[in-house]
């Protein structure tokens, strides 16, 4: 079914002119933009571009704008101070989209079976007191940052699939929930493997089931811009695209495939990653973390609707935005619709 | 009950600012006590009423106060000290509350006292609402109150301009006339002393020393405004002060 | 003098004397309000500067309709009650303690300063640790918060207490007691009562910070939640629940005062 309305007629439009555009040369050389980034591997895409000189091949001049966390990066991003990010879909970000500030033009890190992924946990405190299951949660505390955050969701769908109810805790941050979980005043939670691996042989916590078994091909983070940049600036958006695309197939090749030198990714990742850790205590963490970044920027719009309406359903943002509002699906190739 | 002040001296640090001061206050009587300022007056006062001691000497009471005192020494201040918080009444019962007056016992001393100093129309009044020479009244009837065997009256109508001030002063004789009670009296004004003293005791300055007690036998519902017995002895006792006070005037202040 | 030459005395005394119009505080919020409004209709502000004052008050309605209102507002009142309870009541007693006793006032002084500018909620995960992430830390958090400001005005108050009201006191062979009671607590009472204006806004700010962790209900939740989806008519509707509750304290401590500090001039 093909919904028309004026957005996706103002976007195709926009698309017109712009690809009228790109047959000449488009962009003049080394145009400066910025582009948040946290210092996660998920955010290697950039990272390696922007090393091994892929923005520049693509005539930008990137500067990276590093954030503590995902919400305030998609405020930079509709304010304008911030040109490109990669982040997870929050409720926020719906928000921003709906009040035609930002777009999600691709998609970056995603589930994907084979591959070690996030997972659910539950506290050594809960567990030894009988909670082997994700099923016995029933009605206890699940940690999440915020309402409408991406643990939020990955909570509630697990909560749905096993029929039961929790209660979400929010407790602003990774760390805090790390706490939380470990003197076992929160009883469950997912996080990405390179956190939960260590911890739970450690004996902090128990991982008890993959995220991909509840959320199978789930689009955890997207690559999003203002809707200024998505509607106005096609090639420059274009050429950021280019560059990232190039980031991911080499971080792919070298931690995933096995084509390339990992060693040598290892070093790159780390100057923007663990940064405070020397290297070779660094590396184990950034291996670890090895997740499947997109080929392509493809974004599985199929994820990113089952999230929108996900958000909608809790109430958490307007019921009347559509997929259209959040995603400008012209400039990657989409799975899943 | 008589005080007697045996060898009083004080000293602040190696400031000496009393020396040998031996006093008799006998029973019935309004002992005023004048000098010029810093001579120690109301520091005298204050070992009186054990607020503050002397380095050296004793001050003793001789004799059992009457029955039925609650506070054998009680103090009349220059600023009344009245609780703003609270109502006249409530500034009298104040004192009586912990005797463990209260109730029709305390209301029986509080009405005396206050038709004594004609305030009974004022007993739910405020501090704020009366003026200084009411406060002072209230005061006085919070004295009363507590039947005291010597009131230390610290300069208690300093404060107030000269007409209340005569008022007021008519009022003490007026009190004390009706019922004779004993007073130590420290004021730096001499109509005051002459008016209201028995015995006018005369402080030189620092260190203070007695200079000279001056007695005046005139009974004190004789003494009027502006008598000229009076003035006689008021001439004499400036005439005793006036170089003391030239000289503290033109003093360093040390403290 | 000649007639002539006599002219008045021109009048150059007058003003620095403020006063309070009334009305005019009313008139400014209506207009800033009515100036939002009008911006975000004809979209001269956008929708991502402000939201727009109608909407706010929508949300308000609804939030009120739902029930939802109560949901969020039982939770913080009671935070607030208790937290500012223990906070004050500890605040007043140490301030008392510390306007009274040489030790105690030598002890605690220093420590008071060092930890009034420490700011509560970065000690919060601590709280969590001491107290759990349960109503325990939420009311450590406003307590703590609160603590501080009441003792510093505390003290203060009980220093300026007029010591020859004291010394009456003794004169009169009054208990120490009955000076601390009748005479040392009613007379720093307008100066802890301007302290607690203070000291319960902070706890009103506090409230925020004390439900980042672990709260589903509560104002500062609400708002955090709402913060969080860059809902911003949310936002605006749970920041206007929090002045309103400030406007309430601060006329309840308007009102106490009118009733305890009738005496004052």
């Not at chain 2, 005298?44 to 009457?66: C, D, H, M, S, W």
């Not at chain 3, 007693?93 to 105690?104: A, D, N, T």
């Not at chain 3, 300026?160 to 009671?181: A, K, Y």
């Amino acid at each position: 079914m093909i919904t028309f309305n004026r957005r996706k007629a103002l976007a195709l439009m926009g698309g017109t002119v712009a690809a009228s555009g790109l047959a000449a040369p488009a962009l003049a050389a080394n145009k400066k933009i910025k582009v948040g980034a946290l210092r996660f591997t998920s955010h290697s895409g950039s990272f390696i571009a922007l090393e091994r000189g892929y923005f520049a091949d693509a005539g930008l001049d990137v500067e990276f704008e590093f954030f503590q966390a995902a919400q305030p990066m998609a405020v930079a991003i509709a304010s304008g101070d911030v040109d490109y990010a990669v982040t997870a879909i929050s409720g926020g970000l719906i928000s921003l989209a709906d009040k035609g500030a930002i777009k999600v033009i691709g998609g970056a890190l995603q589930e994907e079976g084979g591959i070690d992924g996030q997972k659910y946990l539950i506290s050594d405190a809960a567990y030894q007191a009988g909670i082997k299951t994700l099923k016995d949660l029933d009605g206890r505390k699940y940690a999440v940052t915020q309402a409408g955050s991406s643990f939020h969701y990955m909570g509630s769908k697990m909560a749905e699939a096993e029929g039961i109810t929790l209660q979400f805790t929010p407790l602003q941050k990774v760390g805090a929930i790390i706490g939380a979980m470990k003197s076992g005043q929160v009883d469950g939670w997912s996080i990405v493997p390179h956190i939960a691996k260590p911890l739970a042989a450690a004996g902090a916590w128990h991982m008890v089931a993959n995220v991909s078994d509840y959320i199978p091909n789930y689009q955890v983070t997207t690559v999003f811009t203002s809707a200024k940049n998505a509607a106005e600036e096609r090639g420059q958006t274009e050429a950021f695209l280019n560059g990232f695309k190039r980031g991911v197939d080499d971080y792919a090749a070298a931690m995933i495939d096995g084509t390339a030198d990992q060693d040598a990714m290892v070093e790159l990742i780390h100057k923007y990653v663990y940064t405070d850790r020397p290297l070779e205590k660094a590396a184990p963490s950034i291996i670890n973390g090895t997740m499947r970044l997109s080929t392509g920027a493809a974004l599985n719009v199929a994820s990113v609707q089952d999230q929108l309406s996900w958000f909608q359903s809790e109430g958490l943002v307007d019921s009347d935005i559509t997929l259209d509002t959040l995603v400008d699906s012209s400039y990657v190739e989409t799975t899943g619709a | 009950m008589d005080i007697r002040l045996d060898g009083i001296g004080h000293a602040y640090d190696d400031f000496e600012v009393m020396r040998d001061i031996d006093l008799e206050i006998p029973t019935g009587q309004i002992v005023c006590i004048v000098g010029p300022s810093g001579c120690g007056k109301s520091t005298l006062l204050r070992f009186i009423g054990g607020l503050e001691q002397p380095k050296k000497g004793r001050v003793l009471q001789v004799g059992a106060p009457p029955a039925g005192c609650l506070n054998p020494l009680t103090y009349i201040f220059q600023d009344f000290a009245l609780l703003p918080w609270r109502t006249v009444w409530g500034n009298i019962s104040l004192v009586l509350e912990d005797h463990g007056i209260r109730g029709a016992a305390a209301k029986d001393i509080i009405d005396d006292v206050l038709a004594r100093t004609k305030l009974s129309d004022f007993a739910e009044a405020l501090p704020k609402q009366l003026s200084g020479g009411m406060k002072q009244r209230v005061a006085i009837a919070r004295a009363l109150a507590v039947k005291p065997a010597v009131m230390l009256m610290d300069e208690p109508l300093s404060a107030l301009d000269s007409q209340t001030r005569e008022l007021l002063m008519d009022d003490l004789v007026d009190l004390w006339t009706r019922q004779p009670f004993t007073a130590v009296y420290v004021t730096h004004n001499l109509a005051e002393a002459v008016r209201l003293g028995h015995k006018v005791v005369v402080l030189s300055r620092r260190p203070g020393q007695i200079r000279e007690v001056v007695t005046i036998d005139k009974p004190l519902a004789a003494r009027e405004f502006s008598d000229p017995d009076l003035d006689r002895y008021q001439k004499d006792l400036w005439h005793l002060m006036r170089e003391e006070a030239r000289a503290a005037d033109a003093e360093l202040i040390h403290v | 003098m000649s007639e002539s030459s006599a002219k008045p005395v021109s009048f150059r005394g007058g003003g620095f004397a403020p006063r309070s119009v009334r009305w005019i505080g009313v008139t400014v919020f209506v207009a800033l309000i009515l100036i939002a409004e009008w911006g975000t209709r004809s979209g001269w502000i956008s929708a991502l500067t402000l939201p727009k004052p109608s909407d706010v008050l929508d949300t308000f309605r609804e939030l009120y309709e739902s029930g939802l209102l109560f949901k969020h507002l039982g939770p913080s009142l009671s935070r607030l009650i208790v937290g500012a309870a223990i906070g004050a009541s500890v605040g007043i007693s140490v301030g008392v303690l510390i306007g009274l006793f040489s030790y105690i006032r030598s002890g605690l002084v220093p420590l008071v300063a060092a930890i009034f500018p420490i700011p509560k909620i970065a000690l919060l995960p601590l709280f969590v640790i001491w107290f759990g992430i349960g109503e325990g830390s939420k009311y450590a958090l406003i307590a703590f918060g609160t603590f501080t400001p009441t003792v510093v005005a505390t003290y203060g108050a009980v220093d300026n207490v007029d010591r020859t009201l004291i010394r009456m006191g003794q004169s009169f062979g009054l208990s120490w007691w009955s000076i601390v009671r009748k005479i040392v607590l009613p007379g720093a009472m307008p100066g802890i009562l301007s302290g607690l204006r203070i000291s319960l806004a902070i706890a009103i700010i506090l409230l925020v910070a004390a439900e980042m962790l672990g709260a589903q209900y509560g104002i500062g939740a609400y708002i955090l939640e709402a913060g969080s989806l860059y809902d911003l008519e949310r936002l605006f509707a749970g920041v206007l629940i929090l002045s309103l509750l400030g406007v309430i304290v601060s006329a309840v401590i308007g009102l106490i005062e009118r009733r305890l500090l009738r005496w004052r001039i």
